[in-house]
């Protein structure tokens, strides 16, 4: 693992993984690795009830709820899609439950304007057609072809910025769980394997992208992924992120709770905020997702590390977030500004602590930017 820059899920936590399935005595649909039980406990972690030799902790954090119906789903052999505001956690949940079902959960294919057919389906090899003809050998499989044939889950990122030429062979895979190869007299179909299926996922912010058709709406069972609201789990999944960060990079400095809490309550502050304007440009461009503030902390803790004195400061925090969130100008640093002088100065007279620091640190970001 440690000479892969960001090793998959499947890998990161393979002898976790090894474990749960030696246990494992539930029954498993199709090819399985694990039961769902036990997928839903790798995921959403033990707990005392379960009564287990050692702990599983916790990978992603949200609502049960939404993890167990992406868990049936699967098992139904039905299209899954999760959609959501940027953020929210879908590409991991849907590479934990590939890992978890079928331990490959790198049979992706990513979603965009340019994506074709032969990224779904397959293509050639020209050198081997030019010497041998065309056959299946010298055929290259779509990962979500390799899914098909090995019963694994084929992952489709981002699939409504995709064509809908590109949607609607997705349409008959789904339907029929074949490829035909017309170009093979002999073998010129590629069938599915029982435990195939495929885990969408689509941005509800995007514009200007493609709709789903109804007909491929149909091939799919939805599962929205709402924007984590919750302070107690939002605090959990920045702490679990940014830890991994720490061990990445084999940092030694702690994270205060004093300012993981001004963190939180900023990204609080200006969701309302975002909530209540009138219009986009009273609004910052960023969705204000769990995401960007772990990876408003992240730049903090970095730039701390890398440039200040090995210890995270207020002033770090609130220079990393002006940077990471204005992104239009003037209109989101005025909105910056704007929240600055009417919430965090008026914080900073009441609370002290770590506000006054962060408030000079906000003000000295935006006088740089300006």
């Not at 959403?44 to 949200?62: A, Y």
């Not at 098909?148 to 981002?158: D, S, Y």
């Not at 599915?192 to 493609?210: E, L, M």
Request: contains cysteine; charged residues 25%; glycine residues 6%.
């Amino acid at each position: 693992m440690s000479d892969l820059l960001r090793a998959p899920a499947e890998i990161k936590y393979a002898e976790e993984l090894d474990w749960l399935e030696s246990i494992d005595d539930n029954p498993k649909p199709f090819s399985w690795r694990l039961s769902p039980k036990m997928v839903r406990l790798f995921i959403l972690g033990s707990e005392r009830c379960d009564n287990l030799d050692r702990e599983i902790p916790q990978k992603w954090f949200g609502d049960r709820s939404f993890v167990e119906r992406s868990i049936v789903t699967l098992a139904s052999d039905r299209g899954l899609l999760l959609i959501g505001d940027p953020g929210t956690g879908k590409s991991w949940l849907a590479e934990l439950l590939a890992a978890a079902i079928s331990r490959n959960s790198t049979l992706v294919v990513q979603g965009t304007a340019g994506t074709t057919e032969d990224h779904i389906k397959y293509s050639w090899n020209v050198s081997m057609v030019i010497a041998k003809g065309q056959s299946r050998e010298s055929m290259i499989p779509s990962p979500i072809m390799t899914a098909m044939e090995t019963g694994a889950i084929g992952r489709f990122e981002e699939l409504t910025r995709s064509t809908s030429d590109v949607q609607d062979a997705l349409i008959s895979i789904l339907s029929e769980k074949y490829i035909s190869v017309p170009e093979l007299d002999e073998d010129g179909i590629v069938f599915a394997k029982p435990g195939f299926c495929v885990i969408a996922t689509a941005n509800s912010r995007d514009r200007g992208v493609n709709d789903l058709s109804s007909a491929l709406k149909r091939r799919f069972n939805f599962v929205r992924i709402p924007v984590v609201t919750n302070k107690k789990a939002e605090a959990e999944i920045v702490r679990f992120r940014t830890e991994e960060l720490l061990r990445r990079h084999q940092i030694e400095l702690d994270v205060p709770p004093t300012l993981l809490d001004v963190l939180l309550r900023s990204f609080a502050d200006l969701r309302a905020s975002a909530a209540a304007a009138g219009s986009d440009d009273e609004k910052l461009e960023s969705a204000l997702s769990t995401a960007e503030q772990i990876g408003v902390l992240e730049d903090a803790i970095l730039h701390s590390n890398f440039f200040g004195e090995r210890a995270l400061t207020a002033h770090a925090l609130a220079s990393s977030l002006v940077g990471s969130l204005a992104r239009r100008e003037p209109e989101d640093l005025a909105i910056l500004n704007k929240y600055l002088h009417g919430v965090v100065e008026p914080r900073s007279k009441e609370e002290g602590g770590c506000w006054p620091e962060f408030l000079e640190g906000g003000q000295d970001a935006i006088a740089t930017l300006s």
